[in-house]
């Protein structure tokens, strides 16, 4: 279990907090894996800094590694990669991805759609309230009309900003349509 803002006990070292996981697992003297993991987020040179002392980023990426250790059945993840650099967090997606081909059931909780839409199931919840759920091509397909991209746009309360133009919904539908991603399909739905 990874809870949000974790990153280890903040008193201990990367070492010991390591160390500390391992010995709860009954696996003290198996760091075959950790030195792995260690090594694939880059915390390997910084076994014996404190975890008070590393970077948000860096502590983020401890509580993955600890979370990881053992191999479990099943992963619990509070916003894994919040505050983690898009390189870093490419590594961890990494990391994660390979303990489910691995065999381990994987729930994520985070507020980046374009992390849901690595998901098989998406539970996408607005106001603490279900808003959609399924895979995420069907919760995609699901769109009402189409999605256009724009300039300026003609209905402002059906627009949002994406990158350097506006996205539109159009509810009738539009043949001009782009292909909408998740994030398209949570805003129109809210």
């Known amino acids: 279990y990874l809870p949000a803002r974790a990153g ?19 696996r003290r003297h198996d760091w075959s894996g950790a030195t792995e993991l260690l090594e694939r987020t880059g915390l390997a040179p910084f076994r014996d800094r404190l975890a008070r002392d590393l970077s948000g980023g860096m502590r983020q990426k401890l509580g993955v590694v600890m979370a990881l250790l053992g191999e479990p059945a099943l992963l619990v993840l509070d916003e894994p990669t919040t505050g983690i650099d898009p390189v870093s967090r490419s590594d961890l ?17 985070s507020a980046y759609l374009d992390e849901a839409e690595r998901a098989t199931r998406v539970l996408v919840l ?19 009309g189409s999605v256009v991209e724009v300039d ?3 209905h402002p309360e059906r627009a949002w900003r994406r990158a350097a133009h506006w996205r539109e919904w159009r ?17 129109v739905a809210a």
Do not use: Q, Y
């Open 152 to 154: 300026t746009p003609a």
């Open 171 to 187: 509810p009738g539908g539009d043949p001009a349509g782009v292909a909408p991603g998740l994030e398209d399909v949570v805003i």
């Open 93 to 109: 997606w990494r990391l994660i991805a390979l303990a489910a081909a691995r065999g381990a059931a994987v729930a994520v909780s």
């Open 8 to 26: 280890g006990f903040r008193d201990l070292t990367v070492a010991e907090n390591v160390e500390f996981v391992l010995a709860v697992g009954r």
């Open 126 to 144: 607005h106001e603490g309230r279900p808003l959609l759920a399924g895979p995420p091509d069907e919760v995609v397909a699901s769109l009402p």
